[in-house]
T-cell receptor, first 116, second 112 residues
Framework: GNSVTQMEGPVTLSEEAFLTINCTYT??????LFWYVQYPGEGLQLLLK?????DKGSNKGFEATYRKETTSFHLEKGSVQVSDSAVYFC???????????????FGKGTLLTVNP | EADIYQTPRYLVIGTGKKITLECSQT?????MYWYQQDPGMELHLIHY???????EKGDLSSESTVSRIRTEHFPLTLESARPSHTSQYLC???????????FGPGTRLTVT
C-alpha cells in the first residue's frame, strides 16, 4: 500500500536558519506529491506540490523536488522566520489496489518552532 | 484562497447528545472528505464522497455518519456523542481525487 514517512519532530530553529524536513514515500503507480502546512488553530493549507519526477514545487520561499530514484520529496527553506512556526505534512495521491480509488496519504506531521 | 467552511469552530457537548458538524464549499467540487485529527497531529480519513448520493467509509472506523444531498454540503453526524469522540474534525474537497485537497478551518469537538 501507499505510505509516507517524514522526519519526526519537534524541530526547533532560530530565525534565519536553514530548514530541511525529510519525506520519503512508498506508492503504487505515479504519485503526485504535496506539502501541507497547518498553523495553530487552523486547517491545512497546500504549501506546494509536484506531479511528476524531477518537478520542483515552490512557494513562500519553500521548495521540494520530486525525486523518483530516491522516492523522496524533502522540504527546504533557506531562511526561516518566526511566522513559519507550524506543523508540516508531506502527502501523496496514488491509486490504491486495483488501480483506482485515489486517496490522499499523509505523513504524521512535523512540528516546527522558530525562535526569534 | 479556498472557499470551504466549517461550523461550529468549537463545540463542547455532554455525553449522549446528537451533534451535526457542518461543512460547505463553494468551489463546485464533487469530491469531499472528512478527517479526524488526533492530539498527536496524525490525520485519519473517516468518510469521503465522490458526488451527490455517494458516501464511503474511510480508513479509520468511525461511529459518525455522513450525507451528501447537495454538491456543496457534506455534514457529519454523531447520534450519541461520547468522550472518545473528542477530537479535531477537518473537512476537505477537491476537483479530482488525484489533485490537491482544500481544507476547512476545522471543528474542535470536546465531549464531556
Amino acid at each position: 500500500g501507499n505510505s509516507v514517512t517524514q522526519m519526526e519532530g519537534p524541530v526547533t530553529l532560530s530565525e534565519e536558519a536553514f530548514l530541511t524536513i525529510n519525506c520519503t514515500y512508498t506508492a503504487t503507480g505515479y504519485p503526485s506529491l504535496f506539502w501541507y502546512v497547518q498553523y495553530p488553530g487552523e486547517g491545512l493549507q497546500l504549501l506546494l506540490k509536484a506531479t511528476k519526477a524531477d518537478d520542483k514545487g515552490s512557494n513562500k520561499g519553500f521548495e521540494a523536488t520530486y525525486r523518483k530514484e530516491t522516492t523522496s520529496f524533502h522540504l527546504e527553506k533557506g531562511s526561516v522566520q518566526v511566522s513559519d512556526s507550524a506543523v508540516y505534512f508531506c502527502a501523496l495521491t496514488s491509486p490504491g489496489s486495483g488501480g483506482s480509488n485515489y486517496k490522499l496519504t499523509f505523513g504524521k506531521g512535523t512540528l516546527l518552532t522558530v525562535n526569534p | 484562497e479556498a472557499d470551504i467552511y466549517q461550523t461550529p469552530r468549537y463545540l463542547v457537548i455532554g455525553t449522549g447528545k446528537k451533534i451535526t458538524l457542518e461543512c460547505s464549499q463553494t468551489m463546485g467540487h464533487d469530491k469531499m472528505y472528512w478527517y479526524q485529527q488526533d492530539p498527536g497531529m496524525e490525520l485519519h480519513l473517516i468518510h469521503y464522497s465522490y458526488g451527490v448520493n455517494s458516501t464511503e467509509k474511510g480508513d479509520l472506523s468511525s461511529e459518525s455518519t455522513v450525507s451528501r444531498i447537495r454538491t456543496e454540503h457534506f455534514p457529519l453526524t454523531l447520534e450519541s456523542a461520547r468522550p472518545s469522540h473528542t477530537s479535531q474534525y477537518l473537512c476537505a474537497s477537491s476537483r479530482d481525487p488525484r489533485a490537491e485537497q482544500y481544507f476547512g478551518p476545522g471543528t474542535r469537538l470536546t465531549v464531556t
